[in-house]
């Protein structure tokens, strides 16, 4: 992810604020002398109500996260062999590890290592906000982070992050990577109703994700899909704020114009961003193609010639596909993704809403199959919905 993470001052709070604020503070993942790491079973499940705030959940993020030294990652990744390198950014690298587990006969639970660049643009507080964020939520479909290391290096601070490791990447590399299998239609559908969750437990918490993209949801062993890199995440508006104002920072082609154009952050920013990625799963396209004419370079401007309820909208289905998708679901999900891509913030919906119309249109496409092997069952034929 190539973009710079600033914060700016907030405007006075009100005193009952304040006192939430310095209690939260005080709960902060304070990097402790490293011969007080306590060790930790890796298999004890963290357990968080979901209808409660970040700053609620922060007391409880200590008895969350273990804090590794830096040899111990070290030798996790065979010091940081390249041939264990699995990703990278502008924070730095992100390394395949093996961290031993509590019980002498268990094997070691497989970990990914990101290690920031003492170098990079992505400093100590974009750090410190996956610290934040993800040492205390808990939900399926958001990455899990483990612990953490900040030690000093010869280098300078040495800061990585340990998370749960995700055998099949990301879901950009499967749209896009050149030879690549073609995912078909269900697996996309699954993966992004899997992502809204995620999307929305997060707007429960008040908390805007600000970079939602192909490349941040990552998948298991069993595709299920899960929210990962929150370093720009941000604690949504609070009290009567409609807004956070924040330096416009993230990923071109999927911002909210409204953020582009003022710096304001909304739960529905993410809304729009989500609303991209549907079009990209739709059409197989990135969201910026700069290989395309200039009229095809970007895909939510492309997507506007070809309406769901024209005749050319099939022109736009990736063709990867070849026609194994149902035209009616499909035409849904532009519709979905339309709603979500409003201009006008206030007109689109809410993740709440969204997810419930991608269980809807899953819904449709499981009855529509079952329906037609009935039908084949009876002897009457096949029946394909051609698009």
């Given at each position: 992810?190539?973009?710079?993470?600033?914060?700016?001052s907030?405007?006075?709070e009100?005193?009952n604020?304040?006192k939430?604020?310095?209690?939260?503070?005080?709960?902060?993942?304070?990097?402790?002398?490293?011969?007080?790491?306590?060790?930790?079973?890796?298999?004890?499940?963290?357990?968080?109500?979901?209808?409660?705030s970040?700053?609620?959940?922060?007391?409880?993020r200590?008895?969350?996260?273990?804090?590794?030294?830096?040899?111990e990652?070290?030798?996790?990744t065979?010091?940081?062999?390249?041939?264990?390198?699995?990703?990278?950014g502008?924070?730095g690298?992100?390394?395949?590890?093996k961290?031993?587990?509590?019980?002498?006969?268990?094997?070691?639970?497989?970990?990914?290592?990101?290690?920031?660049?003492?170098?990079?643009?992505?400093?100590?507080?974009?750090?410190?906000?996956e610290?934040?964020?993800?040492?205390?939520?808990?939900?399926?479909?958001?990455?899990?982070?483990?612990?953490?290391?900040?030690?000093?290096?010869?280098?300078?601070?040495?800061?990585?992050?340990?998370?749960?490791y995700?055998?099949?990447?990301s879901?950009?590399?499967?749209?896009?990577?050149?030879?690549?299998?073609?995912?078909?239609?269900?697996?996309?559908?699954?993966?992004?109703?899997?992502?809204?969750?995620?999307l929305?437990?997060?707007?429960?918490?008040?908390?805007?994700?600000?970079?939602f993209?192909?490349?941040?949801?990552?998948?298991?062993?069993?595709?299920?899909?899960?929210?990962?890199?929150?370093?720009?995440?941000?604690?949504?508006?609070?009290?009567?704020?409609?807004?956070?104002?924040?330096?416009?920072?993230?990923?071109?082609?999927?911002?909210?114009?409204?953020?582009?154009?003022?710096?304001?952050?909304?739960?529905?920013?993410?809304v729009?961003?989500?609303?991209?990625?549907l079009?990209?799963?739709?059409?197989?396209?990135?969201?910026?193609?700069?290989?395309?004419?200039?009229?095809?370079?970007?895909?939510?401007?492309?997507?506007?010639?070809?309406?769901?309820?024209?005749?050319?909208?099939?022109?736009?289905?990736?063709?990867?596909?070849?026609?194994?998708?149902?035209?009616?679901?499909?035409?849904?999900l532009?519709?979905?993704?339309?709603?979500?891509?409003?201009k006008?913030?206030?007109?689109?919906?809410?993740?709440?809403?969204?997810?419930?119309?991608?269980?809807?249109?899953?819904?449709?496409?499981?009855?529509?199959?079952?329906?037609?092997?009935?039908?084949?069952?009876?002897?009457t034929?096949?029946?394909?919905?051609?698009?």
């Amino acid at each position: 992810m190539n973009c710079l993470f600033l914060f700016k001052s907030k405007k006075p709070e009100p005193r009952n604020q304040q006192k939430d604020r310095i209690k939260a503070q005080k709960s902060a993942p304070e990097l402790r002398n490293q011969s007080e790491t306590r060790s930790f079973d890796l298999h004890r499940p963290r357990s968080f109500p979901s209808a409660r705030s970040i700053r609620d959940l922060e007391t409880e993020r200590e008895q969350s996260l273990r804090v590794f030294t830096y040899e111990e990652l070290s030798e996790a990744t065979c010091g940081f062999s390249r041939r264990l390198k699995i990703g990278q950014g502008g924070f730095g690298n992100v390394y395949k590890g093996k961290i031993p587990t509590t019980g002498d006969s268990d094997p070691p639970l497989v970990v990914a290592i990101k290690k920031l660049n003492p170098q990079g643009l992505q400093g100590h507080k974009q750090w410190l906000a996956e610290v934040q964020f993800l040492g205390v939520v808990n939900h399926e479909n958001v990455v899990k982070l483990l612990g953490y290391c900040s030690e000093d290096g010869e280098n300078g601070m040495e800061r990585l992050l340990v998370y749960e490791y995700m055998s099949n990447r990301s879901l950009e590399e499967h749209l896009f990577t050149r030879g690549a299998r073609t995912l078909p239609w269900k697996h996309r559908l699954e993966i992004m109703l899997g992502a809204a969750e995620g999307l929305a437990y997060l707007h429960e918490l008040k908390v805007i994700y600000r970079d939602f993209k192909s490349s941040n949801v990552l998948l298991n062993d069993e595709f299920c899909p899960k929210l990962s890199d929150f370093g720009l995440a941000r604690e949504g508006p609070q009290g009567d704020n409609t807004h956070v104002t924040t330096a416009k920072v993230g990923t071109q082609g999927y911002a909210a114009p409204e953020y582009v154009q003022t710096g304001h952050l909304r739960l529905k920013s993410d809304v729009y961003s989500f609303g991209v990625v549907l079009y990209e799963i739709i059409t197989g396209r990135r969201t910026v193609e700069r290989n395309k004419p200039v009229t095809e370079r970007s895909l939510v401007e492309w997507v506007k010639e070809y309406p769901a309820d024209s005749r050319r909208f099939s022109m736009i289905i990736d063709p990867r596909l070849r026609n194994n998708y149902p035209a009616s679901g499909a035409k849904s999900l532009a519709k979905l993704a339309d709603l979500c891509l409003k201009k006008n913030d206030k007109e689109r919906p809410t993740m709440e809403i969204v997810l419930e119309k991608l269980k809807t249109i899953i819904e449709e496409t499981d009855s529509k199959k079952s329906s037609e092997v009935r039908s084949n069952s009876r002897g009457t034929g096949p029946v394909k919905e051609r698009v």
